[in-house]
Nanobody
């Protein structure tokens, strides 16, 4: 069984920054493609960013390009999402996800394990 736990969410003013972490256990983290998704109130869960097992490839949704950076530390079994220049529309619950496959993935269906989520609220 794989466990993922997000942390680092909170309340921040527009223009501020947050760093989310996703700690994993129970499986070989280093071989897994990973991703961040978010869900705003009343909306469907959406893709934010993804990273392959070796950190060679990353993908972002257009709305966060240039502001968010996804990274991982395989030695610490942890993935990160650095979020800068936050906007009110970034508000939502942020989920990390792990795949049984090693590459990047934009679709939630490509992921097998999910965390419980961490709330990010950006005030205007």
């Amino acid at each position: 069984q794989v466990q993922l736990e997000e942390s680092g969410g909170g309340l921040v003013q527009a223009g501020g920054s947050l760093r989310l972490s996703c700690a994993t256990s129970g499986r070989t983290f280093s071989g897994s493609g990973m991703g961040w998704f978010r869900q705003a109130p009343g909306k469907e869960r959406e893709f934010v960013a993804t990273i392959d097992w070796s950190s060679t490839y990353t993908l972002y949704t257009d709305s966060v390009k240039g502001r968010f950076t996804i990274s991982r530390d395989n030695g610490k079994n942890t993935m990160y999402l650095q979020m800068n220049s936050l906007k009110p529309e970034d508000t939502g619950i942020y989920y990390c996800a792990a795949s049984q496959f090693s590459g990047v993935g934009r679709s939630a269906y490509q992921y097998d394990y999910w965390g419980q989520g961490t709330q990010v609220t950006v005030s205007s």
